[in-house]
C-alpha cells in the first residue's frame, strides 16, 4: 500500500493590477484569482488573462447617489421626478416666473446673480501700505499678482556694512563699519584654534618656547649634543682597541666572528668593550636531516594521527552518512517526508 502525504492546494493567485500587468494565458480549465477584488477568470489554453471574461457577477455600492454598481460600472437605480408648474427637475420653484428658486431650503438665490458668481460685479483694488507699498485691480476672473516695494530708510544708502542698527521690527536704519573698539577683549581661553604654542612663554627654561636666531636655527645651547653609532670590522682585538670609537660605536671581529660595543670611553681600553650574545636556540637538524629539509609521510612515524588515504577516506564516510538524518544534511529542508504537509502552489500572474 502506497504511503499518504497531507496536501494543500493553493490556486494560482495575484492583484488584478499584476493580472493586468502579466496578461498570461490560463491553461485549459486553470483557475485565477484577483486577490484584492475576490473575482476570478477561468483559462480556455488559448486567450490571454485581458480577453478572458470574469465569471459570476459582482455587484457592489456606489459613491453616486441612486445608483449601484455592476462589474464595476455605475447603473441608476433612481430618476428625478418629473418637472411640473411647481417642480423643475426635482428642484423647487420658489414662484413660476419670478427667476429664483429654493436652495436647500435656506433661501433664494437670483438666477441673474448665479451667472456673476465668476466675476465680482465691481472689480477691487488691493493696496498694501506702511513699511512696504504695493497695490493691484481683482474682479475674481484672473489671479492677482501684486508687487511690494519696501520703502527706503531715511539716510540709508545701498552698500555692505559690518555693524548695523535695526528697530524692533528688525528693519534696518543705519550702517557703519566696525572699528576697534567694537571688539572686545578676549583671553586665551576663548579662542579655540590659537594652539598650545600660544600660551607658552619665549625663553630656554623648562616648559618655554625656545626662538630661532637670524639664521632661522636653534641655539647651541638648547640642543644636546649626539653621538651617531657607528660599525666597524676589524679583524684582531689590536686593531679593535686602535679605533678611534665612541661610546656606541660596534666593532664587528672577523678573526672570531663576534661582534663588540663599546659602553664608555676610551676605547683602547679591552674591559670598556661588551661583547654581544650570540643566540643558543638555533635549530640543529630536523628529523636528523640538515641543510634544506624536506620532509615526507615516509620520514615520520604515523603514530596515532593516521595519514589520509582513499580507503580510510571511503570507510569513514559510509559508516558516518549511514548515522546521519536526512534532515540534518545540506538540503535536507527540501526532501518530503510523510510527515509534512504538501502544498501546491499554482504561483501569481
Request: a negative charge.
Amino acid at each position: 500500500m502506497g504511503k499518504s502525504l497531507n496536501a494543500q492546494v493553493q490556486l494560482r493567485n495575484d492583484t488584478a493590477a499584476n493580472w493586468a500587468t502579466s496578461n498570461p494565458v490560463l491553461l485549459k480549465g486553470e483557475l485565477g484569482i484577483a486577490i484584492d477584488t475576490a473575482r476570478f477568470k477561468i483559462g480556455d489554453g488559448v486567450s490571454t488573462w485581458s480577453e478572458l471574461k470574469y465569471s459570476g457577477v459582482l455587484v457592489s455600492a456606489s459613491a453616486t447617489n441612486g445608483n449601484i454598481t455592476i462589474d464595476g460600472t455605475d447603473i441608476a437605480v433612481y430618476t428625478l421626478p418629473i418637472a411640473s408648474a411647481s417642480v423643475v427637475g426635482g428642484v423647487k420653484s420658489q414662484t413660476p416666473g419670478t427667476g429664483k428658486v429654493v436652495v436647500a431650503g435656506d433661501g433664494t438665490m437670483s438666477v441673474g446673480q448665479v451667472e456673476k458668481a465668476n466675476q465680482l460685479a465691481t472689480a477691487r483694488t488691493i493696496s498694501v501700505a506702511g513699511d512696504a507699498t504695493g497695490s493691484g485691480s481683482f474682479n475674481g476672473t484672473t489671479d492677482m499678482t501684486m508687487t511690494i516695494a519696501l520703502v527706503n530708510m531715511a539716510g540709508l544708502t545701498a552698500g555692505s556694512y559690518t555693524k548695523l542698527t535695526v528697530n524692533s521690527k528688525g528693519q534696518v536704519t543705519a550702517g557703519t563699519s566696525l572699528v576697534a573698539t567694537d571688539i572686545p577683549n578676549l583671553t586665551l581661553a576663548k579662542i579655540s584654534d590659537a594652539g598650545t604654542a600660544a600660551a607658552k612663554n619665549v625663553g630656554t627654561g623648562a616648559g618655554n618656547v625656545p626662538v630661532l636666531d637670524s639664521s632661522g636655527k636653534l641655539s647651541d645651547s638648547v640642543i644636546p649634543a649626539l653621538a651617531i653609532g657607528e660599525v666597524f670590522e676589524v679583524a684582531s682585538e689590536t686593531a679593535m682597541l686602535a679605533l678611534t670609537a665612541q661610546t656606541g660605536d660596534v666593532a664587528v671581529r672577523s678573526d672570531i666572528n663576534t661582534t663588540f660595543i663599546l659602553k664608555t670611553s676610551p676605547a683602547s681600553t679591552l674591559a670598556n668593550w661588551v661583547k654581544l650574545k650570540t643566540p643558543t636556540d638555533l635549530v640543529q637538524s630536523i628529523n636528523g636531516k640538515t641543510g634544506v629539509v624536506t620532509l615526507t609521510t615516509n620520514d615520520i612515524t604515523e603514530g596515532t594521527n593516521l595519514y589520509f588515504s582513499q580507503a580510510r577516506a571511503t570507510a569513514n564516510f559510509n559508516s558516518n552518512f549511514a548515522l546521519k538524518s536526512s534532515t540534518g544534511l545540506t538540503d535536507g529542508a527540501t526532501i518530503l517526508h510523510t510527515t509534512d504537509t504538501l502544498i501546491i502552489d499554482c504561483g501569481n500572474a
